[in-house]
Nanobody
Framework: VQLQASGGGLVQAGGSLTLSCAAS????????IGWFRQAPGKEREIVAA????????YYTDSSTGRFTISRDNAKNTVYLQTNSLKPEDTAVYYC????????????????????WGQGTLVTVSS
């Protein structure tokens, strides 16, 4: 599966952006999709994830209440709605896919995901 992330940009603190992750080559139906981010000098960290089969979602303490991950079956696309953005949210945001939706625990480490999009830059100004 190939992933194409888009939607990043420059926004003021408190603003919102919607990131998109479109799949090609294969349906997302057998995948868990994660949104990760990487700020300069920091490790890549998960922001949110969605199990395509069950529609269950995962958020971190940082993203809970501000970010929403969702999917569009018809478009084979996953979205990350980001609200109340803070300067510390500035990073390159990546979507990633891991095969297998019959799982009892969330995979939250970058090395557990097999397929990656190219990243989209989100810059939040203060």
């Amino acid at each position: 599966v190939q992933l194409q992330a888009s939607g990043g940009g420059l926004v003021q603190a408190g603003g919102s952006l919607t990131l998109s992750c479109a799949a090609s080559g294969r349906s997302f139906s057998d995948y868990v999709i994660g949104w990760f981010r990487q700020a300069p000098g920091k490790e890549r960290e998960i922001v949110a994830a969605i199990n395509w089969r069950t529609d269950s979602t995962y958020y971190t303490d940082s993203s809970t209440g501000r970010f929403t991950i969702s999917r569009d079956n018809a478009k084979n696309t996953v979205y990350l709605q980001t609200n109340s953005l803070k300067p510390e949210d500035t990073a390159v945001y990546y979507c990633a896919a891991r095969f297998g939706t019959y799982t009892s625990r969330w995979r939250i480490n970058a090395n557990e995901y097999n397929h990656w999009g190219q990243g989209t830059l989100v810059t939040v100004s203060s």
